[in-house]
């Protein structure tokens, strides 16, 4: 990645999190997670849910967040320094589906936006965080699942999520296993037992703050923002009318602007 993308992908984390923050902290609540366990975040990225994690640990408690990304990790260790909990969290850098720890190291595992929002195989990668965790620890995979976020254009929303950056990193022609919504399938395969899903819900109700405005600008923009050549050009107009804070059509500027988005839970217990 470039110096100027990896800004802007943090950039992207930093924003998204006034909007992922208390969805992440109600999913974190509802693990419950052992006071003075020892858990393994997957794909940390700049640990900004590293802390929500070790925040419902007691001083007893270690997260350990890895990364693959040198970068996202250098990012994380300024960002955890500013931290309470900085003492409870430790990081490595390594891959997903070769964990860089012994068997049986973890007491709990999960993955915020890492695994099934990437393009590889989610079985294996699970196997593998299966070795790393003790028996009768839980495994989740907390993903962003859904969203509504144009409201009164619900084709012009349906249009622009019939794109490749809609349904990644689904791909055409990829198996229907392989879609996220079919997760629980993977911790079946992978041999996990007690496999649960649950999805959460944010709503984002007005008056909308600046950084909720920022953050959704951003949104708009992740998810959209690159697709100008797989739709019709009017529908692309529409979307730059509604989706450009420098429109007088800016969507986030009716008053009444609601929306809402899901994050979907997968979990299971290492046998
Ligand atoms: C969307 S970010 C989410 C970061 C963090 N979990 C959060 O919720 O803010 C995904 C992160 O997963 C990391 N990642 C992607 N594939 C990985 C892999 N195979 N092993 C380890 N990390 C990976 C990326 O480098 C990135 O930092």
Redesign the pocket.
């Known amino acids: 990645m470039s110096s100027k993308d990896l800004q802007s992908y943090v950039n992207s984390?930093l924003l998204s999190?006034y909007l992922?923050k208390p969805i992440?902290k109600s999913i974190i609540q509802s693990m419950q997670l052992p006071t003075s366990s020892t858990g393994l975040?997957?794909?940390?990225?700049?640990g900004?849910?590293t802390i929500l994690l070790a925040e419902v640990l007691g001083p007893c408690g270690q997260v350990i967040g890895?990364?693959?990304?040198e970068e996202?990790l250098l990012k994380a260790r300024s960002l955890l320094s500013k931290s309470e909990v900085n003492e409870r969290i430790s990081l490595e850098k390594?891959?997903?589906?070769n964990l860089p720890f012994p068997d049986k190291s973890f007491d709990w595992a999960c993955?915020?936006?890492?695994v099934g929002?990437?393009a590889?195989d989610p079985v294996p990668l699970l196997k593998e965080v299966i070795r790393v965790v003790k028996p009768g620890g839980q495994v989740f995979i907390i993903i962003w699942s859904s969203q509504s976020i144009l409201p009164g254009f619900p084709l012009l929303e349906a249009r622009l999520n019939a794109s490749s950056a809609g349904i990644a990193p689904f791909a055409i022609g990829m198996a229907p296993e392989m879609h996220t919504m079919r997760a629980l399938g993977w911790f079946k395969q992978a041999g996990f037992t007690d496999n649960r899903a649950q999805t959460f819900i944010r709503d984002i109700c007005p008056p909308l703050k600046a950084e909720i405005i920022a953050a959704m600008t951003d949104l708009f923009n992740m998810r959209w923002g690159s697709i100008e050549k797989e739709v019709a050009p009017e529908l692309w107009h529409d979307y730059q009318r509604l989706c450009r804070p420098d429109s007088p059509d800016f969507i986030l500027k009716i008053p009444d602007y609601y929306a809402f988005f899901t994050y979907s839970v997968f979990s299971g217990r290492v046998q």
Not at 41 to 46: E, K, Q, R, S, V
Not at 111 to 114: G, H, L
């Open positions: 984390l999190q992922r992440i975040d997957l794909g940390c990225g700049i900004l849910n890895l990364d693959r990304e996202m390594g891959d997903v589906g993955s915020i936006d890492c929002a990437i590889v």
